[in-house]
């Protein structure tokens, strides 16, 4: 579910308390810019939970229209996310939908899929995923299911953001 993925790492770095300095946002092609109003990408906005199922952690992912994804554990003794960057290909409709995710000091984005649910879930790849590897072409058989909790594309006050430590 939640494993076996470079978010299970992040998800360690949660626990820490060191403050990061903003990120410097990498350049979007127009083509990119000009998809980001797509009905997909706005659909995607907003914030997304999902449940470990073999523990008690909760996952929340905020999709920001300026391409900013953040991560963090509502249940985690601290209140801090990491700070990421994505960008989707809404041309791949209709499934799988490319999802490109950005983690500072990285060279290569960590490539994915994802789509939506008849129910309105999001269903993302994060088996097996990690910054270099090919995007998977097809959902194993257990991908994450994350369920929509609020439009809301900023993190709450209480977050603090901090650097992911690889």
Same mark, same amino acid.
């Given at each position: ?10 998800? &360690?770095?949660?626990? &820490? ?13 127009? =083509?990119?810019?000009?998809?980001? @109003? =797509? ?22 992912? *905020? ?38 995710? &950005? ?6 984005? *960590? ?5 939506? &649910? ?21 959902? =194993?058989?257990?991908? @994450?299911?994350? @369920? ?10 209480? *977050?603090? *953001? ?5």
């Amino acid at each position: 579910m939640l494993t076996s993925s470079v978010f299970i790492a992040l998800l &360690t770095t949660l626990n &820490t308390t060191a403050l990061a300095e903003p990120v410097k946002s990498p350049q979007l092609t127009p =083509s990119l810019q000009d998809k980001s @109003t =797509s009905p997909i990408a706005q659909k995607l906005l907003g914030q997304w939970e999902a449940k470990d199922p073999d523990s008690p952690i909760i996952l929340t992912f *905020v999709f920001s229209p300026e391409g900013k994804l953040y991560i963090y554990s509502p249940n985690s003794q601290t209140s801090v996310a990491v700070e990421l960057k994505y960008r989707i290909d809404p041309t791949t409709e209709p499934k799988p939908i490319h999802l490109d995710i &950005t983690i500072p000091g990285k060279k290569e984005p *960590v490539l994915t899929i994802f789509e939506f &649910t008849a129910d309105g879930k999001l269903r993302l790849q994060l088996d097996n995923t990690n910054p270099g590897k090919p995007r998977p072409t097809a959902f =194993s058989e257990s991908p @994450t299911l994350f @369920t929509k909790v609020s439009e809301a594309t900023k993190l709450p006050d209480n *977050v603090k *953001v901090i650097e992911p430590t690889l």
